[in-house]
């Protein structure tokens, strides 16, 4: 515990409800070890310009149940290259950091373990980003929060898909993975979710529509994923239109209000397990290292492991999705 007298904290890339919470949880745990705290605002982007202030206890106050982060976040191109890495390194340098907790996806902690490759201060990461597709954890911190946002909107569509006689495809964030689909496609009853890991699906889901019709169903929800390999929800209503002309076809793109809103009960909790987990790791003197939930259990995962290997869906909760919408 000698070695380590200050810390920073940052949030990069996209935001998720539930990073204040993890903010919060660095900076007390940090106060209570007699450490001082640095919060760096914008990202990487601050760690090179020199953007950060001190948090006290006072200042994490009244913000678990707030969304977004108070830190700002932001996507650097110059973190890439090695200059701009140097210029961070001389930065913390300077302000005699000594470790730090970066709270953010797939692309800050490749920005962190390229950087703990090249220099001696230890990072940190606690995964953040609402698509729950980091390898070595069962759950990020947003992902619930952005689930809940999607199932209330869903079920308010449902309402009046059901009063028109209407087919709507619904589309949600998931650009690379169809974690937030397929999860909440089950738990609002859609009939139909389209996700990147499974492929040809659009030849499947007119299958599935044309028995359906048959059946009589007077509406049906499709969830789509951003990603998914035929198109977003707009090109795959393109694609169905014409096949099914009694029904009244609509389109929904949530888009970014499931990044935001209060965060959950689950995903505070969950913040807050993992902003005292990081600090505790630098502590124990851990590096290039990802704090993550596994059986609920915290554990350790090195970012090399964190961003190199790919987290697939629940193969299971597939069957399941598919089974139930009959």
């Known amino acids: 515990m000698g070695k380590i007298k200050r810390i920073g904290v940052l949030t990069s890339g996209g935001d998720a409800p539930g990073m204040n919470a993890a903010i919060r949880a660095v900076t007390r745990t940090a106060i209570y070890y007699d450490l001082e705290v640095l919060g760096i605002r914008h990202g990487y982007r601050g760690m090179i310009e020199g953007y950060c202030k001190p948090l006290k ?73 609402i698509d729950n597709d980091i390898y070595g954890t069962d759950y990020t911190i947003g992902y619930d929060t952005a689930l809940n946002t999607v199932i209330e909107a ?45 492929k040809n699906q659009v030849s499947t889901l007119k299958d599935f529509l044309e028995n359906g019709d048959r059946r009589k169903k007077s509406s049906n929800i499709i969830i789509v994923a951003e990603g998914e390999e035929e198109g977003g929800a707009y090109e795959i209503a393109r694609k169905v239109k014409n096949d099914f002309k009694d029904y009244s076809i609509r389109v929904t793109v949530l888009g970014h209000i499931q990044r ?25 003197d851990q590096k290039s290292a990802m704090v993550g939930l596994q059986n609920n259990n915290v554990v350790l995962v090195p970012f090399r492991k964190a961003v190199k ?18």
Do not use: W
Not at 57 to 80: D, P, Y
Not at 168 to 189: D, P, T, Y
Not at 260 to 284: I, K, N, Q
């Open 260 to 284: 935001g809103g209060s965060p959950t009960a689950f995903d505070r909790v969950a913040a807050s397990r993992l902003g005292y987990a990081a600090v505790e790791a630098l502590l124990d």
């Open 309 to 326: 290997l790919h987290k697939d869906v629940n193969r299971q909760l597939l069957e399941i999705s598919q089974i139930l919408s009959i």
């Open 154 to 198: 869903v079920d308010k569509i449902r309402d009046t898909a059901s009063a028109h006689n209407r087919l709507f495809f619904i589309e949600v964030m998931g650009a690379e993975a169809g974690f937030i689909a397929l999860r909440s496609g089950i738990a609002c009853g859609a009939e139909a979710i389209l996700i990147p890991e499974v």
């Open 57 to 129: 206890v006072h200042t994490v106050s009244n913000i678990i149940q707030r969304g977004g982060t108070i830190l700002k976040t932001a996507r650097c191109e110059e973190f890439k290259i090695p200059e701009g890495r140097k210029r961070a390194y001389d930065y913390l340098k300077r302000r005699n950091i000594d470790g730090v907790v970066v709270i953010g996806g797939d692309g800050t902690f490749t920005g962190a373990r390229v950087f703990s490759e090249e220099f001696d201060i230890p990072f940190i990461g606690i995964p953040g980003t």
